[in-house]
């Protein structure tokens, strides 16, 4: 289990062969990948994200929220990472990988866990558009 909040993310190879390394009862490895839209909410073209975190908090709520998931889900393993700072249109901002006996338990697990990554964890988020800057609330 790992949860990570920085600039930058690890390469998603090493975070999968890391997983798979963990042991021979995984079955299943899902992805998500969260990217960058070129066009914000109101239509216009997004020039760049910018992400703050709380510095302890917003860790502390990612590893309950895996270690909840791990339980009710039956997971043999997962991470989250999520970047902070200025994020690029077509860059990624966050990875979530399950990785379980079965794709059923992991798929709805990552579902469960990027819509509470959303609403739960203390990431906020700013776009950054040619007709302005807002705070994006969820």
Do not use: C, Q
Not at 7 to 18: A, F, H, M, T, Y
Not at 93 to 99: E, F, N
Request: charge should be positive; aromatic fraction near 6%; hydrophobic fraction near 40%.
């Amino acid at each position: 289990m790992k949860a990570k909040i920085s600039e930058r993310l690890d390469p998603l190879v090493e975070i999968i062969s890391e997983l798979k390394r963990s042991s021979d009862e995984i079955g299943a490895i899902l992805v998500f990948i969260g990217v960058v839209r070129g066009r914000g909410r109101d239509g216009s073209k997004v020039l760049r994200l910018e992400y703050e975190a709380h510095p302890t908090l917003a860790n502390k709520v990612m590893r309950k929220i895996l270690e909840e998931a791990i339980s009710k889900h039956g997971l043999i393993g997962a991470t989250i990472e999520h970047r902070v700072g200025e994020v690029k249109v077509g860059e990624d901002i966050m990875y979530v990988v399950v990785a379980s006996r079965h794709r059923g338990e992991g798929f709805k697990a990552l579902e469960e866990l990027v819509d509470r990554i959303k609403k739960e964890v203390p990431i906020w988020k700013k776009e950054v558009t040619e007709s302005g800057a807002y705070w994006v609330k969820e």
